[in-house]
């Protein structure tokens, strides 16, 4: 695993942590279970559509705790003063 992936598996670990103290164990377990994912969103990938499993598993999360996490992650760079570019978003 190189650093990048690590770093991504640790960004998602914090996440996960965080969201876990204002929803839960719930939530977390949810989110783990994205872990069927990791194929599709890893840098460098070249699976250019998500696994039905991947999507199911999605479908399986709360929205108040996807929306949770999403809103969490996309303020944790500002917060911790970490610039972040990521280009083109699609």
């Not at 914090?14 to 939530?27: F, I, K, M, N, S």
């Not at 996309?74 to 610039?83: A, E, G, I, V």
């Given at each position: 695993?190189?650093?990048?992936?690590?770093?991504?598996?640790?960004?998602?670990?914090?996440?996960?942590?965080?969201?876990?103290?204002?929803?839960?164990?719930?939530?977390?377990?949810?989110?783990?279970?994205?872990?069927?994912?990791?194929?599709?969103?890893?840098?460098?990938?070249?699976?250019?559509?998500?696994?039905?499993?991947?999507c199911l598993a999605l479908q399986a999360v709360d929205h108040d705790c996807l929306c949770?996490?999403?809103?969490?992650?996309?303020?944790?760079?500002?917060?911790?003063?970490?610039?972040?570019?990521?280009?083109?978003?699609?």
């Open positions: 695993m190189g650093a990048s992936q690590i770093s991504q598996v640790t960004m998602f670990l914090l996440v996960v942590a965080l969201v876990a103290r204002t929803h839960g164990q719930t939530c977390p377990n949810q989110l783990g279970n994205l872990d069927v994912c990791a194929p599709f969103v890893l840098s460098g990938s070249t699976d250019l559509l998500p696994s039905s499993e991947c949770s996490t999403i809103r969490v992650a996309s303020r944790l760079p500002t917060q911790c003063n970490f610039p972040v570019s990521c280009g083109n978003l699609k």
